[in-house]
């Protein structure tokens, strides 16, 4: 007994030091990244069947970052359905999955699912 809480121990540990990256293969095909927690200020744009788009200007530049997922608690607090937010400013905290798929010739190609965690209005 005392060899499993000391294995357990020493995986959880790995997995904190490694700052909750982690690679997750499903069925051979299919690999998985989970980033740490990130956080943006950006203003809303827009929301269109495909997910929340945000515009983040960098070096007096424009870039577009789309969330695909937000958690409902913060949808119940932000309704960015509705276009009254449109122009607002907010600092955005998610998280963002890197799934990597292989086709039948091997090729890889890569998607982000990012997912807002929590949204503050500036």
Wanted: contains cysteine.
């Amino acid at each position: 007994m005392k060899t499993i809480v000391l294995f357990t121990a020493f995986f959880v540990q790995l997995f904190v030091i490694t700052n909750f990256n982690t690679d997750v293969l499903f069925n051979n095909s299919i690999t998985c990244s989970i980033q740490e927690t990130q956080v943006v200020e950006a203003v809303f744009d827009s929301h269109e069947d495909y997910g929340y788009n945000f515009i983040q200007t960098k070096d007096s530049e424009e870039h577009t970052i789309t969330f695909q997922e937000i958690d409902d608690a913060v949808l119940a607090m932000f309704d960015l359905n509705e276009a009254i937010l449109i122009g607002t400013k907010f600092k955005i905290t998610f998280t963002a999955k890197v799934f990597v798929t292989k086709d039948s010739d091997g090729y890889e190609d890569e998607n982000e699912l990012n997912t807002i965690k929590k949204l503050e209005k500036l």
